[in-house]
Structures are given as structure tokens and as C-alpha cells.
């Protein structure tokens, strides 16, 4: 063998040991970090492409065709949830009513069993409620998506594949915020489905929901429809709300399965209806599949999800409000509270300014812009442009990890009609008022004790137990001042309120 060949045979033997090392640690991400070389458990996401969206349409055949293949193709990566939790259900004797001396003449031993009044054992038996629900494979090597609330509280968890496979499951993670759950199986030849985009759908494209609707014998439904609406919020499931809204048919049991697009990617996780009777009536949303895959990789990377935060309440910004502000309705977020010691506070925000752009990107709402500070990493710099009396500021702020929330329990409506001309009624913030609101006592502030629930002030959102720290743009410090205020205000005329709720601060413009 001569040197040339020696040198070729050398080479041959590295390039094919570089191509063995792709094939081995394809699967595999690596970080360089001031420690050395590490693993990363990324989830490895199919990343191969359909076509089906380009299927040749030329007869109701073909039209007929282009969606048996797309059901086709998403159908073996959906999976059916089944879950068990075991709860503690007492015995009550019926022998109880009779009071002790049946008690004493049939004896201990035979009352134990039951739980009654006079023994005061605490036995009983223990119940499993089984739960059913829907999921989609999302990598080769057993992951799993799904809603928080198919999973949440379940002892055991398992899955039904396409082939018929009853599979143990593992709970990965859970995020309560957007009711979407990680789970995992140890299982072969699993089917992941593709991701898409969810932020290029469109409203009127075609779509397909895949479940298991009203229980495992209709387990992979498929059911077809349209995107109605993109950016539903407000709709009272999650904290953090951009759902597609859909007229595919859901139905109890669905939740957790996929929203999948013409060309059979995933674009959103189904996850409730909007039904007055319980069942389908064409009103049906999804998580989008963007804010799912950073949840779940979230979740499974570091088994939790962590959120920026700016440390501000926002809220929309309607006609009256904009009326009273001198501002254009629908555009921007109005600033309410700003926490103390909160990244917010500390570049000095204000409650009043105008939230009008977010790194470069204009804000439409409220809903909007929470869900892009949220989606944010703890430690990122973001910037935006505020209007504060008129003028644009430019604000620039390194976001914190968003703190563990206690909600406080909500505040009743006294529902009595209140025959005064704004449509509630203020008291000064007493200690005698304060115990009876369950509010801390603040003497000299005015306070909301009763609103007519068929007056302007209930429909704007005013509600009972809300403390009034401003009306008209001018502060209160005195229930003499709101009286003097309230003496220059004619029906018909716009009232702008400032008002505290809860530790919240916000805006309220209505016609009295």
C-alpha cells in the first residue's frame, strides 16, 4: 500500500466515525458552559414534512381523499387518557337516627362498621373515580400533551395507543396557568405528530379536532370545522387565554386531544366548549400550539414553568375609558397597580400610563400584552413605549421570575336596589365597615357598599367592597371630598373612577 492510499484509507475511517457520532448522538443537544460539557434533556420534536396540504383537488373524490389523509396522518399519534384517584367515602348508618340505645343493643362491634353520630369512628371505604379523557404524541420516545385538568389529582394514569396498547403513564409536569400537562410512557413505535404554527392559521381555514368525546368507545373521533376566531380571551378556563375557537365538534372527553391543520400538524390542544346544555353547539377552543410546545418544553426541561414578570395590572382600554383619557379606544394597556419593589416600579411606571408598544410590537390589549410579558424568560430585557399626560416614554426593564400568586376569595354583590343616580352607594371605610367588608380599615377613604347589579356602574365592572381612591382625575382623602364631587356631577355625565380591589388598582368610565 503506498502513502497515498494509506493517507485515503485514513481519511475514510474519520469521516465514517463522524457520521457513526451524528447517527449515535443525533437525539442529543449539547451546552457548552463555564462547567464543562453537559447534556441537555430537551424533548426532540419530529421535525419530517407533509405535503398533504398541496393534495390535488380535481372532484369531490379528491376533496373527499385530502382529508381521510389528513386523519390519516394525525390519527396513530392520538392517545385515550383514562385516570383513577382513590377518595375516602363514609358510611352513614341508618341505625344513627335512632339514637344510642340502638347503638348499646347491637353493639359495638356490628355499629363500627358504619359511621355514625354516636360512634364517631371516621371509618368508611375508599372509592375509585375513574376519569377519561384525550392526548397526542409529540416525540418518539414517549412524551405526551395534554390538559391539566384530565390529569390533575390522579393517583394512576394511563393511555390507549392507536394499536390498542394499555399503557402506564408518568405525570412530567403541569401548568395550571394555561391547563396543559406533560405526560410520559416507556413505549416503541409511537407515532409523533408534526407541530405547526399556530400563529399562521388563519380565520376560515380548515381544521380537524381528534378525540375521545363522551367515552373510550368513540375513542379517535374526528370531527371537522373551521378556525372561527384566533386571540379568544377572557373566557374564564386559564389564567393566561389566546385560544382558537373552532366550530369542529368537542365534547366532554376531547379535552387534551389535537386541533390539527390541513396539512395534519398540530396547531392547537382542545380543551373546552362554551355550552349552555353540556354538549356540542359549535363553539369549541384550543390552546395554541406555539404557547403548548414553550409549556412543554418547559416542563419537561425543568419541570416547571417560569414566566416574566413586570410586576403591573393592565387592563383594556374601552370607549368610555379612552373618552375620559382622551385616548383611542382599543389601542394600548392601561398600567392599574404597580407592585412595590417590582421591575416596573423600579424604572418608575405609574398607574395611568399607557402601555402603546413592547419590544417593537404595537399593543392591542390587555390579554395580549400579559401573554407576551408572561411568555418572556426571567432575566430578559424587554422594551416599551409608554404615554404618560400626553407624552411618549421609552422604557427599558430586565424582567423577574413572576411570584407564587395567592388569590383571594371574591367579594359577594349586594344585590339590593340602590335608588341613587350613580347606581351604588359609598360609605367611608369605618372599622365598623372595614370587619363587614372583610377590608382593612382605612379611615377617611370611601368605599363601595351596595350597587343596583341593572345600573351603568354594575355593567362598567364596579362592584361591592371597592375602595374609590380617585373620581374624575382629582384624589380622595376624605368621604367630605367625594361628597363635594358628587354634588357637580349631572345624570348623563361620564364618571371616571380610580378604585382599589384586593391589593389591584383599576379604572372604571361609565354614564350615570
Same mark, same amino acid.
Do not use: C
Given at each position: 500500500?503506498?502513502?497515498?492510499?494509506?493517507?485515503?484509507?485514513?481519511?475514510?475511517?474519520?469521516?465514517?466515525?463522524?457520521?457513526?457520532g451524528?447517527?449515535?448522538?443525533?437525539?442529543?443537544? !449539547?451546552?457548552l458552559s463555564? *462547567?464543562?460539557?453537559?447534556?441537555?434533556?430537551?424533548?426532540?420534536?419530529?421535525?419530517?414534512t407533509?405535503?398533504?396540504?398541496?393534495?390535488?383537488?380535481?372532484?369531490?373524490?379528491?376533496?373527499?381523499?385530502?382529508?381521510?389523509?389528513?386523519?390519516?396522518?394525525?390519527?396513530?399519534?392520538?392517545?385515550?387518557?383514562?385516570?383513577?384517584?382513590?377518595?375516602?367515602?363514609?358510611?352513614?348508618? %341508618?341505625?344513627?337516627? !335512632?339514637?344510642?340505645?340502638?347503638?348499646?343493643?347491637f353493639?359495638?362491634?356490628?355499629?363500627?362498621?358504619?359511621?355514625?353520630?354516636?360512634?364517631?369512628?371516621?371509618?368508611?371505604?375508599?372509592?375509585?373515580?375513574?376519569?377519561?379523557?384525550?392526548?397526542?404524541?409529540?416525540?418518539?420516545?414517549?412524551?405526551?400533551?395534554?390538559?391539566?385538568?384530565?390529569?390533575?389529582?390522579?393517583?394512576?394514569?394511563?393511555?390507549?395507543?392507536?394499536?390498542?396498547r394499555?399503557?402506564?403513564? *408518568?405525570?412530567?409536569?403541569?401548568?395550571?396557568?394555561?391547563?396543559?400537562?406533560?405526560?410520559?410512557?416507556?413505549?416503541?413505535?409511537?407515532?409523533?405528530?408534526?407541530?405547526?404554527?399556530?400563529?399562521?392559521?388563519?380565520?376560515?381555514?380548515?381544521?380537524?379536532?381528534?378525540?375521545? %368525546?363522551?367515552?373510550?368507545?368513540?375513542?379517535?373521533?374526528?370531527?371537522?370545522?373551521?378556525?372561527?376566531?384566533?386571540?379568544?380571551?377572557?373566557?374564564?378556563?386559564?389564567d393566561? @387565554?389566546?385560544?382558537?375557537?373552532?366550530?369542529?365538534?368537542?365534547?366532554?372527553?376531547?379535552?387534551?386531544?389535537?386541533?390539527?391543520? /390541513?396539512?395534519?400538524?398540530?396547531v392547537?390542544?382542545?380543551?373546552?366548549?362554551?355550552?349552555?346544555?353540556g354538549?356540542? @353547539?359549535?363553539?369549541? !377552543? &384550543?390552546?395554541?400550539?406555539?404557547?403548548?410546545? *414553550?409549556?412543554?418544553?418547559?416542563?419537561?426541561?425543568?419541570?416547571?414553568?417560569?414566566?416574566?414578570?413586570?410586576?403591573?395590572?393592565?387592563?383594556? /382600554?374601552?370607549?368610555?375609558?379612552?373618552? &375620559?383619557?382622551?385616548?383611542?379606544?382599543?389601542?394600548g394597556?392601561?398600567?392599574?397597580?404597580?407592585?412595590?419593589?417590582?421591575?416596573?416600579?423600579?424604572?418608575?411606571?405609574?398607574?395611568?400610563?399607557?402601555?402603546?408598544?413592547?419590544?417593537?410590537?404595537?399593543?392591542?390589549?390587555s390579554n395580549?400584552?400579559?401573554?407576551?410579558?408572561?411568555?418572556?424568560a426571567?432575566?430578559?430585557?424587554?422594551?416599551?413605549?409608554?404615554?404618560?399626560?400626553?407624552?411618549?416614554?421609552?422604557?427599558?426593564?430586565?424582567?423577574? @421570575?413572576?411570584?407564587?400568586?395567592?388569590?383571594?376569595?371574591?367579594?359577594?354583590?349586594?344585590?339590593?336596589?340602590?335608588?341613587?343616580?350613580?347606581?351604588?352607594?359609598?360609605?367611608?371605610?369605618?372599622?365598623?365597615?372595614?370587619?363587614?367588608?372583610?377590608?382593612?380599615?382605612?379611615?377617611?377613604?370611601?368605599?363601595?357598599? &351596595?350597587?343596583?347589579?341593572?345600573?351603568?356602574?354594575?355593567?362598567?365592572?364596579?362592584?361591592?367592597?371597592?375602595?374609590?381612591?380617585?373620581?374624575?382625575?382629582q384624589?380622595?382623602?376624605?368621604?367630605?371630598?367625594?361628597?363635594?364631587?358628587?354634588?357637580?356631577?349631572?345624570?348623563?355625565?361620564?364618571?371616571?373612577?380610580?378604585?382599589?380591589?384586593?391589593?389591584?388598582?383599576?379604572?372604571?368610565?361609565?354614564?350615570?
Open positions: 500500500m503506498n502513502k497515498k492510499q494509506a493517507i485515503l484509507k485514513y481519511l475514510l475511517v474519520v469521516f465514517a466515525g463522524i457520521a457513526v451524528a447517527l449515535v448522538f443525533s437525539n442529543v443537544e !449539547f451546552n463555564p *462547567k464543562g460539557l453537559s447534556l441537555s434533556n430537551r424533548p426532540n420534536f419530529a421535525t419530517a407533509n405535503n398533504i396540504e398541496n393534495y390535488p383537488i380535481q372532484s369531490l373524490k379528491g376533496f373527499n381523499d385530502a382529508f381521510v389523509q389528513i386523519a390519516e396522518s394525525a390519527t396513530p399519534s392520538v392517545v385515550t387518557i383514562f385516570t383513577e384517584k382513590t377518595v375516602n367515602q363514609r358510611f352513614v348508618s %341508618p341505625y344513627g337516627f !335512632f339514637g344510642r340505645h340502638f347503638d348499646d343493643f353493639g359495638r362491634p356490628f355499629n363500627d362498621f358504619f359511621d355514625t353520630p354516636q360512634s364517631g369512628s371516621g371509618r368508611g371505604h375508599k372509592e375509585v373515580q375513574q376519569g377519561i379523557g384525550s392526548g397526542v404524541v409529540v416525540t418518539h420516545d414517549g412524551y405526551i400533551l395534554t390538559n391539566n385538568h384530565v390529569i390533575d389529582g390522579a393517583d394512576e394514569v394511563y393511555i390507549r395507543t392507536f394499536d390498542n394499555k399503557i402506564e403513564a *408518568k405525570v412530567i409536569g403541569k401548568d395550571s396557568k394555561t391547563d396543559l400537562a406533560v405526560i410520559k410512557v416507556n413505549a416503541k413505535d409511537l407515532k409523533p405528530i408534526l407541530i405547526g404554527d399556530s400563529d399562521k392559521l388563519r380565520v376560515g381555514e380548515w381544521v380537524i379536532a381528534i378525540g375521545s %368525546p363522551l367515552g373510550e368507545n368513540f375513542a379517535r373521533t374526528v370531527t371537522q370545522g373551521i378556525v372561527s376566531a384566533k386571540g379568544r380571551a377572557n373566557v374564564g378556563l386559564a393566561y @387565554e389566546d385560544f382558537i375557537q373552532t366550530d369542529a365538534a368537542i365534547n366532554p372527553g376531547n379535552s387534551g386531544g389535537p386541533l390539527v391543520n /390541513i396539512n395534519g400538524e398540530l392547537g390542544i382542545n380543551t373546552a366548549i362554551a355550552s349552555r346544555t354538549g356540542f @353547539e359549535g363553539i369549541g !377552543f &384550543a390552546v395554541p400550539s406555539n404557547m403548548a410546545q *414553550k409549556v412543554m418544553t418547559a416542563l419537561i426541561t425543568t419541570g416547571k414553568v417560569a414566566r416574566g414578570y413586570l410586576g403591573v395590572t393592565i387592563q383594556n /382600554i374601552d370607549e368610555n375609558i379612552a373618552k &375620559a383619557m382622551h385616548l383611542k379606544a382599543g389601542e394597556a392601561l398600567v392599574g397597580t404597580v407592585v412595590d419593589g417590582s421591575p416596573a416600579a423600579k424604572i418608575g411606571l405609574k398607574t395611568g400610563d399607557v402601555i402603546v408598544d413592547f419590544n417593537d410590537s404595537k399593543v392591542k390589549g395580549e400584552l400579559r401573554n407576551s410579558i408572561s411568555s418572556q426571567p432575566g430578559s430585557t424587554v422594551k416599551f413605549r409608554v404615554l404618560r399626560n400626553g407624552t411618549i416614554r421609552l422604557f427599558q426593564v430586565r424582567l423577574e @421570575e413572576q411570584p407564587a400568586r395567592n388569590v383571594a376569595a371574591a367579594l359577594t354583590d349586594d344585590q339590593q336596589k340602590i335608588p341613587v343616580v350613580f347606581g351604588f352607594r359609598a360609605e367611608e371605610l369605618t372599622a365598623q365597615t372595614s370587619k363587614r367588608l372583610n377590608l382593612n380599615p382605612a379611615a377617611g377613604k370611601v368605599v363601595i357598599t &351596595a350597587i343596583d347589579p341593572a345600573s351603568n356602574a354594575y355593567f362598567a365592572g364596579l362592584r361591592s367592597g371597592d375602595v374609590i381612591l380617585s373620581m374624575n382625575r384624589s380622595l382623602s376624605s368621604f367630605a371630598e367625594y361628597n363635594a364631587l358628587v354634588k357637580n356631577i349631572k345624570s348623563g355625565d361620564l364618571l371616571f373612577l380610580l378604585v382599589e380591589r384586593q391589593g389591584n388598582k383599576i379604572y372604571f368610565a361609565f354614564n350615570v
